[in-house]
């Protein structure tokens, strides 16, 4: 039998095992969902209020078809080229806090996925390892989500962006759609909260889940790293998480992103825009990235999905910033999609998760590769041999927003 060029024939060992244990998103997420506790698994797959949000990602997504178009059999390139600089595709992992919840030492692992995939890696404030801990993995292509902390006039707020700068970070990405805390129902019911006390239920959960437990042996258990330096006092998990409730804004003014321009002379990049008019504000602050988003589903649950948004804003900005995508993407048809919107890259955080808690700390470059190629057979299936090709592919988008 010939060998595939897309399936585990191609490949060899560990790498051909997960391609049979993990072939899509959804292997992924069902494999994940048995090797966690159950508490870990809930806290990444759930969203805000009734989950209403993360299914309607899902759909808005799924109603989006791509017309096939055949004749040309030149070779798809999915490279791509984002503020100046160029990665094998235009897909990347996007920011979650406290990562290493679903699988102990997931920061690095991401790391690692990001430099052998040659993808950005949005890591997180609340991250479990710190910004500098990622650069001297991943390099360059480590991009930085940052909360505000406004207290002092934004010292640790600014104190971080210094820290990017000198770990050679290439990429802010300030969050704008965490301005309140929002209501997570399944971690409520988990009793995962500050100050966290394992009941005998949670203990059973970790009993139950070895491969989780290892790993938790061998990485420590979960932190805020890039904020133990901020705390009076020994870093404990409970003094750290509670300097962040007390002090972490998830939300920017625009004077503020305005100020952040001044200071920062890499790539600024705003995230959970929705809105078209916000978009023009923050052109007029001065970003050089929009990154579209309704936080995964995980703030608000009457947000629209950011797939019936992004053209209106595509128009809106005409080209004024780069548009970025993330909410709901589980593989590269997704990322196809996005694009063919006016996005010029999609990130994805719960999959890489899922890929980690599937297959351990190679799950994540398992999902970078996997996506690639998802992404790559789409554009050959839709005629788009490069990805400056996808804006002009033959698209059916019957719920997108008007003005």
Partial sequence: MAKSAWGPGSRSGRAAQ???????????????????????FDFVQGGTGADWGVEVNRRALDAIEIVPRYGDLRKADPAATLFGRSYSAPIGIAPTGMDALIWPGATMSLARAAKDGDIPYITGTLANSTMEEVASVAGGNT????YGFPRDDHKVTFDMIARARAAGVTAIVATLDAPVRAKRPRDLNNRLVVPFRPTPRTVWEVATAP?????????GAPKFAN????????PTLDRVAGFVQKELV????????????????????????????????AVDAGVDGILVSNHGGRQSDAAPSPADVLPIIRDKVDGKATLLFD?????????ARALALGAEA???????LYALAALGDDGGSHFAG???????VTMAQSGAWSVSDLPNVTIRHRDAYSA
Avoid at 327 to 333: D, F, P, T
């Fill in 18 to 40: 997960m391609t049979y244990a993990a072939p899509t998103y959804e292997f992924l997420e069902d494999r994940a969902r048995r090797r966690v506790p159950k508490f870990a």
């Fill in 143 to 146: 991009w930085l989500q940052l």
């Fill in 211 to 219: 491969a989780w437990s290892m790993a938790l042996l061998r990485h």
């Fill in 227 to 234: 904020i133990d330096r901020y705390v009076d006092g020994k």
């Fill in 250 to 281: 998830g939300s920017f003014s625009w004077d503020e992103i305005a100020r952040m321009r001044r200071v920062w002379d890499g790539a600024l990049i705003v995230k959970g825009v929705l809105h078209p008019d916000d978009a023009v504000s």
């Fill in 327 to 335: 909410s709901g993407v589980r593989s590269g048809l997704d990322v």
């Fill in 346 to 352: 999609a990130f994805c955080g719960r999959a890489f």
């Fill in 370 to 376: 996997l996506i690639r190629e998802e992404f790559a």
